[in-house]
């Protein structure tokens, strides 16, 4: 197989219009599909249209994350509900958590939620997330944590104030009970933290598993190598562009 061009890094500045929004959205439910990511139809990754009011693109209610299209990705208003003609449901009560972090917090344009094995069971630990490699030292001071306080529903409005409250301006936040989120400027830079975040809970369930005395680095190793990831508005750009390719060559009717 012949090699593909070299990867172009991204212009910061551009502001990519629906449809690509629409692609790069398909590709990361298909790639959360691919990677054992999914909750059956349940969860949702969400990103922001550009242009006046609060528009976001979302899945349709009831397809699997490998079934998702880009044509076939909803668009919503602020609470979830349809604002394009659609055959298939949407689940407002899903979108709360996105709807929350999307119309609090300008930069959070795309926003992807997890119910993973490895996540949840990490969202059940009262120690958090361990600094135990040099994956999860990236994530020291850049993952808030949110308390459980029972199914996201859209008539708790305060409980809205407070996941935005306690994300602050992190990229990743762990929902005790309940899962991941991360946001990005970008898809690609959403798909990034939550990449690496999943990795993270199954590094530490793995070596929890092994029953033997955790070696945790000094806090300044910590520090150093954390510091040693870069952060901006490209964040994650060479292995998204890796992934894309893999998708069309795969499943190449994710762009349909």
């Not at 990103?47 to 528009?55: A, N, S, Y």
């Not at 306080?149 to 305060?158: I, P, T, W």
């Not at 598993?209 to 994650?236: D, M, N």
Request: glycine fraction near 8%; proline fraction near 7%.
């Amino acid at each position: 197989m012949p090699l593909p061009p070299p990867p172009v890094r991204p212009d910061p500045d551009h502001i990519p219009d629906e449809r690509e929004l629409r692609e790069d959205l398909a590709a990361a439910y298909r790639l959360i599909a691919l990677y054992g990511m999914t909750d059956l139809v349940f969860t949702h990754l969400s990103v922001r249209i550009p242009g006046e009011g609060h528009r976001f693109l979302v899945n349709p209610y009831g397809l699997l994350f490998e079934e998702i299209t880009a044509s076939s990705l909803v668009v919503v208003d602020a609470e979830g509900e349809p604002a394009q003609k659609t055959d298939w449901p949407v689940n407002p009560a899903g979108f709360v958590i996105h709807s929350a972090v999307h119309r609090g917090r300008e930069s959070a344009q795309c926003v992807m939620h997890t119910h993973t094995l490895a996540g949840m069971a990490v969202a059940a630990q009262a120690g958090g997330l361990l600094p135990l490699n040099q994956i999860s030292m990236e994530f020291d001071g850049r993952v808030a944590f949110h308390d459980y306080e029972g199914v996201a529903a859209d008539d708790n409005l305060s409980e809205r104030e407070r996941l935005v409250r306690d994300l602050g301006d992190k990229p990743c936040m762990v929902l005790r009970h309940h899962g991941l989120m991360t946001v990005g400027a970008t898809v690609r830079e959403a798909f990034y933290w939550m990449w690496y975040l999943e990795q993270t809970c199954r590094i530490q369930l793995a070596a929890q598993a092994s029953g033997v005395e955790l070696a945790l680095p000094s806090a300044e190793t910590v520090a150093r190598t954390r510091a040693q990831f870069s952060i901006g508005p490209t964040k994650g750009w060479l292995p998204w562009q890796a992934l894309k390719r893999k998708l069309d060559r795969e499943q190449p009717d994710y762009k349909d």
